[in-house]
C-alpha cells in the first residue's frame, strides 16, 4: 500500500499501480511475513521512514501546511517504532534516503530543509 500510494503521487496512476503490485509479488517480502519474527515490521516501517523523507525533500514547496505535517508524523513515528522494534538498524534506510536525495538535488536540499530537523528531534526526544 505505501509503495502504491508514493508512486501515485510521484508518478501518476499507471506507475501506482506496476509499484504496488511488483511489491505485492516480490518473493523477498513473503518469506518475512509469514514469520513470527520482527524483520516485516522493520520492512515496513523502513519503507514508511524512507518515502516519507524523500516526499519531504524532492519538492517541498509544493507541500501544503497539513500533507508536511502528515509526513512528519508518518517518519517520526517510522523512526520511533523502528527504534523501539529493532534499535539503530531503523536509521540505515533513513541515512540511505538522506544520501539519495543529496545525491540528485544536492546537499544544500538536505541541509536546508527545517523539517527533517523536527524529524529527528521530535524522534530522539520521543
Not at 520492512?43 to 502528515?70: C, E, G, W, Y
Not at 536525495?101 to 544536492?106: D, E, N, S
Request: charged fraction near 10%.
Amino acid at each position: 500500500v505505501l509503495a502504491y500510494f508514493f508512486a501515485g503521487r510521484w508518478f501518476g496512476p499507471q506507475a501506482a499501480m506496476v509499484a504496488g503490485l511488483a511489491q505485492l509479488f516480490t518473493p523477498v517480502f513473503w518469506k518475512y511475513q509469514r514469520s513470527a519474527e520482527i524483520e516485516g515490521l522493520l520492512t515496513f516501517l523502513s519503507q514508511l521512514v524512507m518515502f516519507s523523507v524523500i516526499d519531504l525533500l524532492i519538492d517541498p514547496k509544493t507541500l501544503n501546511a497539513r500533507r508536511r505535517h502528515l509526513l512528519i508524523g508518518t517518519a517520526t513515528l517510522g523512526l520511533v517504532l523502528g527504534i523501539l522494534v529493532k534499535g539503530p538498524a531503523i536509521l540505515v534506510p533513513l541515512t540511505a534516503s538522506l544520501t539519495a536525495v543529496m545525491l540528485v538535488f544536492g546537499w544544500r536540499r538536505v541541509v536546508r530543509s527545517g523539517t527533517l530537523g523536527v524529524v529527528l528531534v521530535t524522534s530522539l526526544i520521543l
